[in-house]
């Protein structure tokens, strides 16, 4: 028997044993006393996106799948978990501040941030259905904690009780779609899936598409696009702010990556039957989640339906799989994941004795007060409008071009059309925090040096991205090229 | 002994697996519909033993495995959360949950 290669797993086990760590320091911290967390977060998060830069520097390709390990080391793995740690580096960073302010700072809280992590990690380089399952289940339970992690508050509880309910319900449809999908195929291999489901003339053919229904409703669930939305939220409202910033940034990378690597790889050979659904989907999502979001009065609840329509935009290109859109996509979510943290981010680094900005009222006068804040706040709200100079713009571009490409027009001119519905509630935030009144002299808390370097790396990413694409592009294309 | 067809399998799998997401749809209570989720999951563990079982392959009863133990970790999670909600307020009624909405 050959000995099981465990390098690809490495950045998750660092991951998981830091959080095992923080556990044991909050165990051992006494009572009413607080343990370095933070700094053993940030370590282990720092060693494991080293050792994902040593894997992906060392020159063995595909490590793992020869040696028939669950997990891949490929490019499309190796980057996106090196943004997933990204994203969790800064979330780090950003909770620090925010559960000072609101007075919940406990060592699980890193801990359950951690092992969701591990999950994430995990969910984008599985090769298997079985390490799909568990990686998922690692990420969403872990969160439903999070979601509920202020205690004091009844609005987290009841974010974490939706969010249960709801993730456990998509995660048994998606492992209908398994079974099925095994039925066929008699493997939960995505490779073996794929070669096994190749002939539309198979008797099987309704279990097969019976199985990739049942897989899209469960990952519609996790990525938040309409109908499978109605989750998202209330839990991004309810839920601490900058759990929702690690939530909406992270959950979003993985859940992508995972799409990708069995829609596009496993389920490559269907691309006929599941495309028009994606489609669909996408459409929908586009518009009704702008629609909803012009109307909300909780920028935190907006933010929430402009993800539901940030989902469309991803699915739009995924009508192009797999080749194109996967690049298109990969690049998006780098972009997406910073606007997300940083949007988010800035909310909660406001945050003093319990309170923080909801409304937009609540922001109403912000420039006078944190103009610095405010200047960064209006650089992410301009790239999930996607003007030019922003990651937002170079993301959209080459989402709707691989739409186009697909020969997808419609969908392009929809998510275009949104794209500018979507610039009236994103520049609302604009005019309230430059052209109104504070309605009190209620200053919110100064911004915490952790949260303003968390910001500032968003900041520099977002724009960075927009004016300097390059790189990052020519990383994507080799992640997109690993998935063929 | 005549074995139970593929069939007969599936279909109680289905059936379970339908009684379960009207489950989740109809009942009010977090438990009640917990409890649905969780037949649920164990339809789709009995279509897995079925055609793991027909198939000769044991990926599906593996799976099965870690399917139960996921429930288990998800029930633990999940009901720490419902009580957590229950020293807020005294209902578990799904539809008294409605602080956040717009």
């Not at chain 1, 050792?51 to 499309?76: C, F, K, Y």
């Not at chain 1, 259905?129 to 998922?136: K, T, Y």
């Not at chain 1, 109307?295 to 739009?316: C, I």
């Not at chain 1, 420039?367 to 960064?376: E, F, Q, T």
């Amino acid at each position: 028997m050959n000995a099981v290669d465990l390098r690809p797993a490495y950045p998750a086990i660092i991951v998981a044993v830091t959080a095992v760590v923080v556990l044991l320091l909050q165990a051992f911290a006494g009572k009413g006393k607080h343990g370095p967390y933070v700094p053993f977060s940030l370590a282990g998060l720092a060693a494991a996106f080293l050792a994902t830069v040593m894997i992906a520097s060392s020159q063995e390709r595909g490590l793992g799948s020869h040696t028939g390990g669950a997990l891949v080391a490929d490019e499309l793995a190796l980057f996106l978990e090196a943004v997933i740690l990204g994203v969790a580096l800064l979330a780090v960073l950003l909770s620090s501040s925010y559960l000072r302010a609101t007075n919940s700072e406990r060592g699980e809280h890193y801990a359950l941030l951690l092992f969701s992590v591990v999950g994430m990690l995990g969910l984008v380089a599985v090769t298997e259905m079985i390490s799909l399952f568990v990686a998922l289940e690692i990420m969403s339970v872990a969160l439903y904690a999070l979601c509920g992690s202020r205690r004091d508050q009844v609005e987290s509880q009841e974010s974490a009780v939706k969010y249960f309910i709801t993730g456990a319900f998509s995660s048994a449809f998606l492992l209908f779609g398994i079974a099925m999908l095994y039925g066929v195929s008699g493997s939960t291999s995505l490779g073996r899936i794929g070669s096994a489901v190749t002939s539309a003339s198979d008797p099987n053919h309704g279990l097969v598409l019976l199985g990739v229904g049942l897989l899209l409703v469960g990952f519609g669930f996790k990525i938040a696009c309409v109908p499978f939305h109605m989750w998202a939220p209330d839990v991004y409202e309810g839920a601490p702010t900058t759990v929702t910033a690690f939530m909406a940034a992270g959950v979003k990378v993985a859940a992508f990556g995972a799409l990708l690597r069995v829609f596009g790889t496993g389920l490559a050979s269907l691309a006929d039957d599941w495309r028009p659904l994606v489609a669909i989907l996408a459409v929908f999502s586009m518009v009704l989640g702008n629609l909803a979001a012009l109307a909300q009065s909780s920028v935190k609840r907006m933010l929430a339906y402009s993800s539901v329509s940030h989902a469309g935009y991803l699915l739009a290109a995924l009508v192009a799989a797999p080749r194109v859109s996967a690049e298109a996509v990969i690049f998006y979510l780098v972009g997406y994941a910073a606007v997300n943290l940083g949007t988010f981010g800035a909310l909660s680094s406001l945050a003093r004795d319990g309170r923080e900005p909801v409304t937009f009222d609540h922001l109403s006068g912000l420039s006078r007060r944190h103009p610095v804040l405010a200047a960064a706040f209006t650089v992410f709200l301009i790239s999930l409008m996607g003007v030019p100079v922003s990651a937002g713009f170079v993301g959209k571009f080459y989402l709707f071009t691989a739409a186009v490409g697909a020969g997808y027009t419609p969908l392009a001119i929809v998510g275009v059309l949104m794209s500018v519905v979507s610039a009236y509630y994103y520049l609302r935030v604009v005019v309230h925090m430059y052209m109104k009144d504070a309605p009190v002299e209620d200053a919110w808390a100064p911004v915490s040096t952790t949260s303003a370097l968390a910001l500032a790396v968003s900041v520099l990413v977002v724009l960075g991205l927009g004016i300097w694409p390059a790189g990052v592009l020519a990383l994507a294309h080799a992640a997109a090229q690993s998935l063929l | 002994m005549t074995a139970i067809p593929l069939q007969h399998a599936l279909i109680l799998s289905l059936l379970l697996f339908g009684i379960g997401v009207l489950g989740v749809f109809l009942r009010r209570n977090v438990i009640t519909v917990f409890m649905c989720i969780e037949l649920m999951l164990n339809a789709v563990n009995l279509a897995f033993v079925t055609f793991s079982r027909a198939l000769g392959a044991f990926d599906g009863q593996i799976l099965v495995f870690f399917v139960m133990t996921v429930a288990a970790a998800e029930a633990a999670v999940g009901l720490a959360i419902v009580i957590a909600m229950q020293r807020h307020r005294d209902s578990l009624d799904l539809d008294s949950f409605n602080l956040l909405k717009w």
